[in-house]
Every structure is written in C-alpha cells, then in structure tokens.
Nanobody, 120 residues
Framework: QVQLEETGGGLVQAGGSLQLTCTAS????????IGWYRQAPGKKREVVAA????????IKDPVKGRFTISRDVANKNTIILQMNNLKPEDTAVYYC?????????????WGQGTQVTVSS
C-alpha cells in the first residue's frame, strides 16, 4: 500500500504564495502518477495539477501560470505544489492523490488533505 502525507497548508493574503508537499511512503514503486486535487465548500473535488512517473506535468486552466508541480530533487517520493499569486477562489482543502499500479489491481490513494485559505 501507498500512504500519502500532505503538509504546507495555511492562511495567506491574496497575492501571496504557499508551498504544499506530498510525501509518499510504502509501495512507492507502484506509483504511476501523483496529482493535487482541491475541494471548496459546496463544490466537487477537482484536479489542479499532476505529475507522471516520467516527470511530465499537467496544470489545469484555473491555476495555469500561477501553480507549478514538481518532484523534490532530494526525495523523489515528495511532490511539491508551488502556489503563487493566490486568489480567494483558491480557498479549499487540497488533497494529494496517487495512481498506484499494484500487482493485481490499480487503486487511487488519497492523503488526509490540508486546508488552504486565501483572504481578500
């Protein structure tokens, strides 16, 4: 199994920056891709950015140009979501997700989430 732990949420003013990290442990060789999702109150969970095992990244339109996703050079099992020029509409619980290809099945593993609040 893969376990995911997110850190780095908090309260920031509009225009500010935050860095979220997602650290995977356990059967990390099974991970095909890691993504960051967010869920605002009353809204569906949506994908924000993802990075594949090859390093290819995908940033979704609402955050393109403001957010980047990367792999920690020092620890390949840590994924970093750098969030710049934050807006109040970025306020949400942010979740890390891993697509895991185990020996006999594929599963999506989730972290516990971390709150990001952007004040206007």
């Amino acid at each position: 199994q893969v376990q995911l732990e997110e850190t780095g949420g908090g309260l920031v003013q509009a225009g500010g920056s935050l860095q979220l990290t997602c650290t995977a442990s356990g059967s990390t060789d099974s991970i095909n891709a890691i993504g960051w999702y967010r869920q605002a109150p009353g809204k569906k969970r949506e994908v924000v950015a993802a990075i594949g095992s090859s390093g290819r990244t995908n940033i979704k339109d609402p955050v393109k140009g403001r957010f980047t996703i990367s792999r920690d050079v020092a620890n390949k099992n840590t994924i970093i979501l750098q969030m710049n020029n934050l807006k109040p509409e970025d306020t949400a619980v942010y979740y890390c997700n891993a697509e895991c290809h185990y020996a006999d099945h594929v599963a999506l593993e989730w972290g516990q989430g971390t709150q990001v609040t952007v004040s206007s």
